[in-house]
């Protein structure tokens, strides 16, 4: 059985409503989401191309790269629309105490 190891990684109040910022957490820099009042945390590389998506737009569960617009599903991290191909890693996420924690996994 795996267990989850969750990092202290900004407060809660802090993510902007329906919108992205970075976050360092662990050494990782990583894309906090806040959409409908709950929390998604991706890596902040574009899987297609050198661009932080917290740079992107955000609309509605969708995050769009600045580089070439190819957009991501924030809560699965499916690629959606070419140009890209390869799906972006997400994070477990729990809130305690107005406190947002991620689980980086085995990285």
């Not at 969708?62 to 991290?77: A, N, R, T, Y």
Request: hydrophobic share 40%; net charge negative.
């Amino acid at each position: 059985m795996t267990t989850q190891t969750w990092i202290d990684a900004v407060a809660q109040d802090a993510i902007p409503d329906e919108d992205v910022m970075a976050v360092d957490v662990g050494g990782r820099e990583l894309a906090f989401y806040g959409v409908d009042g709950q929390v998604y945390v991706t890596d902040n590389l574009c899987t297609h191309g050198h661009a932080r998506l917290s740079d992107g737009f955000l609309e509605g569960t969708e995050i769009e790269c600045p580089l070439h617009q190819g957009k991501f599903d924030v809560c699965s991290g499916k690629a959606m629309c070419a140009p890209l191909t390869v799906d972006l890693r997400t994070y477990p996420v729990k809130i305690e105490n107005g406190r947002v924690f991620v689980d980086l996994g085995d990285i």
